[in-house]
């Protein structure tokens, strides 16, 4: 059965770096492109970045460009998110998606069928 976890949340000073953690089980992560999304209570869950089955293709909503990057080691069946100089407005819950198999790197949450529990990232003072 396709499984993710998310991993790597935190409470972070402004300013601040974490580096989230995706592992995927129950299927090769080669055949999948994957996504980061996020959402906090009220709203609409927001995608962050995705990465291409390949890694060559990856995109960022607009808020994190210049500040995160989405990268992904097959061999290690895991998709990484560095986010960089975090501001408070980043806090939210993390979540990693993959969409039905094959199909490709989109910020739109419908667009994916497996999503993980989700990790708390919390910038604060």
């Known amino acids: 059965q396709l499984q993710l976890v998310e991993s790597g949340g935190d409470l972070v000073q402004p300013g601040g770096s974490l580096r989230l953690s995706c592992a995927a089980s129950?299927?090769?992560?080669?055949?999948?492109?994957i996504g980061w999304f996020r959402q906090v209570p009220g709203k609409e869950r927001e995608g962050v970045s995705c990465?291409?089955?390949?890694?060559?293709?990856?995109k960022y909503v607009d808020s994190v460009k210049g500040r995160f990057t989405i990268s992904r080691d097959n061999a290690k069946n895991t998709v990484y998110l560095q986010m960089d100089r975090l501001k408070p407005e980043d806090t939210s819950v993390y979540y990693c998606?993959?969409?039905?198999?094959?199909?490709?790197?989109?910020?739109?949450?419908?667009?994916?069928?497996?999503w993980g529990q989700g990790t708390q990232v919390t910038v604060s003072s």
């Open positions: 998606a993959a969409p039905p198999s094959f199909g490709g790197c989109s910020l739109n949450w419908y667009a994916y069928a497996n």
């Open positions: 129950g299927f090769t992560l080669d055949d999948y492109a």
């Open positions: 990465i291409s089955r390949s890694g060559g293709s990856t």
